[in-house]
């Protein structure tokens, strides 16, 4: 079994280029669907929730082929409208095809997700926007059997802004006839990404970022070729990696604008964040102080996937801070782990109270989920001793190598089998 085996207490000094965004690469991945040519994605990332997704298109009847780490993918033979039980529960991801699916063979058959544990995510919202577009929906037997042969545009109001839900309405309106408008839409850039991407091979998107999305149905998308966006998540887990070991880092290949929510909160604290281009770069030298209050938020407030790297910022700085989880009810499973490294955390329901330490000590803990593992590691890298984490494979569905890239800024980070 392979874990991540930490020495901490060493600064952080160097550089680190951030590969492209998981959460931005799976919906465009679950877009292809749509396409009846060849799409090539540049800088694939090899992340384990994109190869999952990659086998769930392939079973569809995609052929793939790198070059490189450009992926390209033939869309020509789909041959399948169905996502297997032993597919679908590798990564939620293979939610974001039910609505490609029904665009392209006007029916689907897709079993419920998987993923993290973090709270019961509920795909009512993907239901209820799908069936506002003419789709009967049967659920039955941990699957959801789809008739689209009625799908058209039409007026969508989502109850939450889900990115989920937002993606899959967004992947069922481009090739269905008349309008689709999408109220109360998420508005993370991986929304946005979707929208250029889509665009550029011939859809007609207008309105991610904002309250409203409409979609123009089109009779088919062209060849395509496209990069997309900088993951936010694996930046702002390196920064607050920065902040907490103190040394100066530099972050290549970022949108200082997607991690605003972040940066604003260590304006008046004792460290320097500055941004240039496409660059962040991170001076600390001085035990923080504590942020007051934490609340994750969707886009553009502050970010749940950084809520528990947060948490563990904050276990080591000065004074106390109280997190507010506000989007996933179990997405504290990490806390325990903590304290067994010396932290002071207690929650209450979705509220979390952390009185920071002079220390942390290293311990043996498991990661629950990707983020919480990530918090952990960032944990380890200020402890004094060694840190075990375990279960590292959730941590590699979210970051490709997240021990080589802190061994590149100088942490005494490694992979090992035991």
């Known amino acids: 079994m392979d874990k991540l085996l930490i020495r901490g207490g060493n600064k952080l000094s160097g550089a680190v280029r951030i590969g ?73 991801s293979s939610i974001f095809s039910l609505g490609a699916i029904l665009g392209r063979f006007r029916k689907a058959k897709v079993a ?13 919202l993907h239901i209820k926007g799908l069936e506002a577009l003419g789709v009967k929906i049967l659920d039955r037997r941990g699957y959801l059997t ?36 999408i109220y109360n ?22 309105g991610a970022g904002t309250t409203t999305i409409v979609i123009e149905g089109v009779e088919n998308l062209k060849d395509v070729e496209y990069k997309p966006m900088p993951d936010r998540i694996v930046a ?46 991170v001076v600390s030298d001085k035990r923080l102080a504590s942020l007051g209050k934490v609340e994750t938020m969707p886009y553009p407030g502050f970010p749940t996937d950084l809520q528990a790297q947060i948490m563990a910022l904050m276990s080591v700085a000065k004074g106390t801070t109280v997190i507010k989880e506000n989007l996933f009810e179990t997405r504290f499973k990490h806390v325990p ?10 929650t209450e329901g979705r509220t ?19 983020r919480g593992g990530a918090g952990l590691v960032l944990a380890g890298l200020v402890a004094d001793g060694y840190t075990k984490v375990s279960n590292v494979r959730q941590i590699r569905r979210g970051y490709e190598s997240i021990e080589r890239d802190l061994a590149l800024l100088g942490a005494d980070v490694k992979r090992i089998s035991e």
């Open 236 to 281: 702002g887990t390196y920064l607050i990696a920065g902040l907490m070991c103190g040394g100066d880092i530099e972050l290549k290949n970022v949108c200082p604008e997607h991690l605003q929510s972040l940066i604003s909160k260590f304006k008046y604290n004792s460290c320097q964040i500055s941004t240039k281009g496409d660059k962040i770069r």
């Open 185 to 206: 839409p998420a508005r993370e850039p991986e929304i946005i990404d979707l929208q250029n991407f889509l665009n550029k091979a011939g859809a007609k998107i207008t």
């Open 20 to 92: 492209c965004a998981k959460n931005a690469y799976l919906p465009i991945l679950a877009a292809t669907i749509l396409f009846k040519g060849k799409v090539t994605l540049l800088d694939c990332p090899d992340y384990d929730d994109v190869k999952n997704m990659i086998g769930i298109l392939e079973n569809l009847g995609a052929n793939v082929s790198y070059s490189g780490s450009a992926l390209t993918l033939d869309m020509s033979n789909l041959n399948s409208y169905s996502i297997p039980k032993e597919l679908s529960c590798l990564t939620r």
């Open 146 to 181: 789809c008739d689209g042969k009625n799908l058209e545009g039409s007026t969508v109001h989502l109850d939450f802004p889900s990115v989920g839900a937002t993606e899959n309405i967004m992947l069922a309106g481009v090739l269905s006839k008349g309008t689709t408008k």
């Open 352 to 370: 979390a109270t952390v009185v920071g330490v002079d220390k942390l000590y290293g311990a043996e803990v498991m990661a629950p989920d990707l």
């Open 112 to 124: 419920y997700p998987g993923g993290c544990e973090i709270g019961s995510r509920p795909i009512d």
């Open 337 to 346: 782990e903590l304290v067994k490294m010396g932290a002071k955390i207690i």
